[in-house]
C-alpha cells in the first residue's frame, strides 16, 4: 500500500535537503519512491515555488495534473478569490478518497508559509525505521500521513525527538 505525506521544514531549503536523504535511501531500496513534489517559499516572496520530482517518479507516479491541483488548492486558490474558489470545490471533492480533504489542504495552507518549506511523497516499502533514523535531526515536522494511528504516532515520536536516542521502530 502506498503512503502519502506531508513534512513541513522550517526553512525554505529543509525540503531540498530532505530529498536528497530520500534519493539516497532510494538507491539503497530502503523506500520506493512512487512520487514526490517539493514546495520552496523564501521569506521575500509573495507564493511558493512547487515542482514534482520527475526522476525519483516510479511507476505509481500521481502525475503533474495531481500536484497542480493540490497546491493551486492549498496556494494558489485563497489569492484568486472566492469564484474560482467555489468552483474549484467539486475537483477538491476527488482528492478526499486519497486522504487529502478540507483539514488537510487547511493545515498545509497555514503551516507552509513564506520562510518554510514542504516536501510531499506517495512512498511504498520503507524500511520506517531505517527511514526515520536518516531523517533524524532534519527538524521536519509530519503535518499528514495516510498511516494507521498507531504508526503515526510512533512516526511523529521519532521526528520530534530532538536526542540521540535509538530510533522507534514503526
Known amino acids: ?76 486558490v485563497p489569492l484568486l478569490g472566492v469564484a474560482i474558489g467555489a468552483a474549484t470545490g467539486a475537483l477538491a471533492g476527488s482528492l478526499s478518497d486519497a486522504g487529502i480533504d478540507d483539514e488537510f489542504i487547511d493545515e498545509v495552507r497555514n503551516r507552509v508559509t ?24 532534519s527538524q521536519a515536522e509530519l503535518l499528514h500521513t495516510n498511516l494507521s494511528g498507531e504508526q503515526e504516532a510512533r512516526l511523529r515520536e521519532v521526528f520530534s525527538d530532538v536526542d540521540d536516542e535509538p530510533a522507534v521502530q514503526v
Not at 521569506?43 to 520530482?53: C, E, F, V, W
Not at 511523497?121 to 535531526?137: P, Y
Open 114 to 137: 513564506p520562510g518554510t518549506s514542504a516536501l510531499f511523497g506517495l512512498t511504498a516499502n520503507a524500511v520506517t525505521d531505517r527511514v526515520a533514523e536518516a531523517f533524524r535531526g
Open 1 to 76: 500500500m502506498a503512503t502519502l505525506t506531508a513534512w513541513k521544514f522550517p526553512t525554505p531549503d529543509g525540503a531540498e535537503q530532505a530529498l536528497a536523504t530520500l534519493e539516497q535511501l532510494q538507491k539503497q531500496e530502503l523506500i520506493q519512491v512512487l512520487d514526490a513534489a517539493v514546495v520552496t517559499w523564501p521569506a521575500d516572496r509573495k507564493r511558493p515555488k512547487t515542482r514534482q520530482l520527475h526522476n525519483l517518479a516510479g511507476g505509481g507516479a500521481l502525475g503533474g495534473s495531481f500536484w497542480g491541483l493540490l497546491f493551486g488548492l492549498i496556494f494558489f
